[in-house]
């Protein structure tokens, strides 16, 4: 039998639903300071939404789903007039705050306003197709190069203290390549990176087999808002970001996912946790370890866990010798810990960091024509359709209903079309 990169049977099923959930998605802006390419969401500058049309979403929320935390997006969610009301609104409900942001608007000033309104976490988007050439000191830098910038912000957060910082990167067929140095730049820097985020791109181009429907009126290919004429790889998959990284972190070992609605093996968000130092990976944590966290919380917060506070992962040694006891891969990473202090006594000093790299797979298109999006998905955001009813859409194709009505519908063009 052929050896899977990424075997769903040795994963844990995140337990994400609908109505129980560890993420809930809120837009308060579509107004953005960057137009990046691979965005699925239109540049609108007079977007704001009133606090109690904001407030009103996250009733909603609370009313027909359990969440741990809000992601506060967009748009850019900084140049929303009302960021810190907001932020102290979220907290005050019990829920953990984390802006999605590509920093450019955050300044120290700020930091501090939103750390004492109480922001949970920062998540950074930086990549290198966002369009940051306002000034020589961005412009044309690839991935590599842009780690700088993503340990400006790392820094700015751990300096402020208690806050949990992520980055997100978008993939795509040419940056590839430059994944493994990505993976491993971050566990450089496990101290004050939480988690790293890979989102493998999509966009609709000329040469995908389909066409779009909003009910039975077929829809011009142009007009469809994520859309390229460019020739671009669209179909990169997670197993094939799990191969990259092992490319130079050999063992490298994911341990949970959400699959897809219409495929049961497919890595929609695949998670891998890993313990360790700045210099020294001592494993990766099994499915077993990210099931026992899962319901544990769940059973003391009646929620999921979504993120962990940077003091819970800065807890990696106890983590070790509390946990070795009960769990296989904590057992083999204490074994390579203790490796670790024999070869220097003195390393006991070191702290030992937990850290989350998840990949995040978006919408692929079934032979048939179906869509299988992340089954129970973690960025469900609310809209309000046409007869005024609030529901919980993909935030991720929002642009759809918000253009059509309702969300697009793929049909598999007919051997004349492709022919043409």
Request: hydrophobic residues 35%.
């Amino acid at each position: 039998m052929e050896t899977k990169i990424v075997n769903p049977a040795e994963l844990y099923r995140l337990p994400w639903t609908l109505p129980d959930n560890g993420i809930s998605w809120l837009e308060p802006t579509a107004r953005c300071n960057l137009n990046c390419y691979g965005c699925y969401r239109k540049n609108i500058k007079d977007s704001h939404k009133s606090m109690e049309q904001v407030k009103h979403e996250l009733d909603v929320f609370q009313e027909l789903r359990k969440t741990d935390c809000i992601s506060i997006a967009g748009g850019e969610p900084l140049l929303y007039p009302n960021i810190v009301e907001l932020v102290a609104e979220i907290k005050s409900r019990g829920l953990k705050p984390i802006i999605n942001s590509n920093g450019i608007a955050l300044t120290k000033e700020l930091l501090h306003e939103l750390k004492k309104a109480g922001v949970f976490g920062f998540t950074f988007h930086i990549d290198s197709k966002q369009g940051r050439g306002r000034g020589p000191k961005w412009e044309g830098k690839n991935e590599l190069e842009l780690n700088e910038l993503r340990l400006y912000y790392a820094e700015m957060l751990a300096a402020e203290g208690g806050i949990a910082c992520s980055f997100n990167s978008t993939v795509y067929g040419d940056t590839l390549h430059y994944v493994p140095e990505l993976a491993a730049w971050a566990q450089k820097h496990i101290d004050i990176v939480h988690t790293m985020v890979f989102i493998l791109f999509r966009y609709i181009t000329p040469d995908l087999p389909y066409d779009f429907y909003a009910g039975d009126k077929k829809i011009v290919f142009d007009d469809i808002h994520y859309h390229s004429n460019k020739e671009e790889v669209t179909n990169l998959k997670a197993p094939q970001i799990v191969a990259e990284i092992r490319k130079k972190a050999h063992d490298f070992t994911p341990a949970a996912f959400l699959n897809g609605t219409h495929k049961a093996d497919d890595f929609k968000w695949l998670l891998t946790e890993r313990i360790g130092t700045k210099d020294k990976v001592f494993g990766y944590l099994n499915n077993k370890f990210i099931e026992m966290v899962m319901e544990v919380y769940h059973y003391k917060n009646n929620r999921y866990l979504s993120y962990a506070s940077p003091r819970t992962l800065s807890m990696g040694k106890t983590t070790l010798l509390i946990l070795w006891t009960i769990n296989k891969s904590i057992r083999s990473a204490l074994k390579k810990y203790l490796g670790y202090l024999a070869a220097n006594p003195f390393r006991i000093f070191k702290k030992v960091y937990m850290q989350s790299i998840m990949i995040i797979q978006p919408v692929d298109f079934m032979p048939n024509g179906d869509q299988s999006m992340c089954d129970g998905c973690p960025d469900i955001t609310v809209w309000k359709d046409k007869n005024g009813k609030d529901q919980l859409v993909w935030s991720c194709r929002l642009e759809e209903p918000m253009q059509y009505g309702e969300f697009l519908h793929t049909v598999p063009k007919s051997k004349e079309e492709l022919k043409n």
